[in-house]
C-alpha cells in the first residue's frame, strides 16, 4: 500500500472519533445476562467481596454466539472487568491461581478474535467504555471498577484525550503524503494542525488533578488494572485459564502504555527508543485491536517526514517538524509528573493501601517508571533536527 491510498476506514479508525469505538453497545443480548448483571454490579460485589461466590456458580456461555464486531469488544470489557474483580478482590494475598472456564474459555477466545490479549486492557476500560452524558460531548463510563466518580472521570478524561487525538490520525497520513509529493507547504499545515493536537492532549491530561485522587487511583483503582507473572507477583508463573491451558500464562496490566496514540506519533516522525523498551512498546501493541496497530506498522513503515524535513532547505518547515517534536517532549514531562504524583508518591506512603503490597512502585504494565519515561522523552529529543541531524 503506497501512502496516497491509505484509507482511516480500512484501520478502523476515523476523523470523529480516532481510535475510539463509535457508539459502542451498552448491554449484550439476554443469553449473556449473567455478564451484564455482574459487569453492571461490579463494584457493589467486589465491595462486598462477593464477586468469586457469583461467577462460580455462572455457566460456561457460549462465546460464538456474540454476532458483531461491537458485541464482542463489550464481551470483553465484562469479561476482564469480571475477571479482574474475580483475582484481585481479596487483595494480592487471596489470589485465585486458576480463573474458572466460565471466565477463561470466552475471554480468551474473544481476544483470539479482537486481535487483543485476556487481561484489561486500555482499549477495554477506554475505547468501548463510554457514553455521551449531553450534546457537548461531556463522557461517562458504562462500567466501573471501586473509586466512584474518581474511577470514572481517570476513564473519561483518558477518553476525552484519544477524542483530542482523532484528528491527527488524518493529519499524519496527509502530512506523509504531503512528504511523498514534496509539498512543503502542504506538510507544514499538517504538522501545524499536529502540534495543536498534542497541546490539547496535555490541556485535557491537566484535567486529571482536578478530577482524579491520587489516593484513591493508587489504592483502590489501581490494583484492579494489574496484570499477572513476573518477579514480585503474587502469581509470579502468571495464571492458568481454566479450558485454555494447564500451564499458566503471563500477562501485563491494563496502561494507557496501550494507547496507540503517542505510538502513532513516534511512527510517523521516526522516534525509536532504546531496545528493550522499544520491546515493551511492542508488547503493548498486542493489548491493541489488529487493525490499530496494523494502523501504527503502516504509518512506520510509510512515513519519510523526518528524511524530507532532514534534507530539506526550508528553515520554516524544520522549525515547525521541531515545534511537533517538543510538543510531545513536553507532553511526555508533564505526563512524567503525572506519575510522580499519582504512583510514586503514593507509593512512599505509610498510609498506602497495604493489601495490594506486591503490586507497589511498578507500573500497571509492569515497568520501573522513571527511568523508564525519562528514556522515552530523551529519545524523542534525539529525534529534533539540526545541529548535524
Ligand atoms: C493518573 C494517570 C496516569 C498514570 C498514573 C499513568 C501511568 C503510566 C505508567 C506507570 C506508565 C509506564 C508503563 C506502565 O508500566 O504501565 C505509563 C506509560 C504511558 N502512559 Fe500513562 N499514566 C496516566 C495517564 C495517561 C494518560 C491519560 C495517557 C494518555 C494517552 C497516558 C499515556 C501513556 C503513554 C503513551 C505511555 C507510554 C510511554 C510514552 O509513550 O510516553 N498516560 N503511564
Not at 474518581?150 to 484519544?162: H, L
Amino acid at each position: 500500500m503506497i501512502a496516497a491510498s491509505m484509507k482511516l476506514e480500512d484501520f478502523y479508525v476515523c476523523e470523529e472519533f480516532g481510535f475510539m469505538l463509535p457508539d459502542p453497545l451498552c448491554t449484550l443480548p439476554d443469553y449473556f445476562g449473567q455478564w451484564n448483571y455482574l459487569a453492571e454490579n461490579l463494584t457493589s460485589l467486589i465491595l462486598q467481596k462477593r464477586i468469586r461466590e457469583e461467577v462460580d456458580k455462572m455457566p460456561v456461555l457460549d462465546h460464538n454466539k456474540l454476532k458483531d464486531y461491537r458485541q464482542l469488544r463489550l464481551a470483553h470489557l465484562q469479561l476482564s472487568m469480571i475477571s479482574s474483580g474475580y483475582i484481585w478482590q481479596d487483595g494480592d494475598k487471596g489470589v485465585p491461581k486458576v480463573l474458572p472456564e466460565c471466565l477463561a474459555v470466552p475471554w480468551y477466545k474473544v481476544s483470539e478474535k479482537i486481535g487483543i490479549k485476556p487481561v484489561v486492557c486500555h482499549p477495554d476500560i477506554v475505547l468501548c467504555n463510554w457514553t455521551l452524558l449531553d450534546p457537548q460531548k461531556n463522557l461517562r463510563c458504562l462500567y466501573a471498577f471501586p473509586g466512584g466518580m474518581d474511577t470514572n472521570w481517570f476513564c473519561m478524561v483518558t477518553a476525552r484525550m484519544e477524542f483530542d487525538f482523532a484528528p491527527a490520525a488524518k493529519y499524519i497520513i496527509d502530512a506523509i503524503k504531503a512528504a511523498d509529493t514534496e509539498d512543503t507547504k502542504a506538510l507544514i499545515q499538517n504538522l501545524i494542525s499536529i502540534r495543536q493536537v498534542i497541546l490539547q492532549m496535555k490541556e485535557t491530561l491537566k484535567n486529571m488533578h482536578e478530577l482524579v485522587s491520587a489516593e484513591i487511583f493508587y489504592d483502590t483503582l489501581r490494583p484492579f488494572l494489574s496484570g499477572w507473572g513476573g518477579e514480585g507477583s503474587p502469581y509470579p508463573e502468571g495464571l492458568i485459564y481454566e479450558g485454555i491451558s494447564e500451564e499458566p500464562i503471563q500477562m501485563s496490566g491494563g496502561s494507557a502504555a496501550q494507547s496507540s496514540t503517542l505510538q502513532c506519533l513516534d511512527a510517523a516522525f521516526g522516534v525509536q527508543h532504546e531496545t528493550s523498551i522499544q520491546k515493551f512498546l511492542l508488547k503493548m501493541r498486542d493489548h491493541m485491536p489488529n487493525a490499530h496497530k496494523k494502523f501504527i506498522e503502516t504509518i512506520s513503515e510509510k512515513s519519510n517526514i523526518r528524511t524530507y524535513v532532514v534534507k530539506s532547505d526550508d528553515e520554516s518547515l524544520k522549525q515547525c517538524f521541531n515545534q511537533v517534536l517538543e510538543a510531545m517532549i513536553d507532553f511526555r514531562s508533564y505526563h512524567l509528573q503525572v506519575v510522580t504524583k499519582y504512583v510514586v508518591v503514593m507509593s512512599n506512603r505509610q498510609t498506602r493501601n497495604q493489601e495490594y503490597e506486591s503490586l507497589s512502585k511498578k507500573g500497571t504494565g509492569g515497568t520501573s517508571l522513571l527511568p523508564f519515561l525519562k528514556s522515552i522523552r530523551q529519545s524523542t529529543t534525539e529525534k529534533l533536527v539540526g545541529q548535524g541531524n
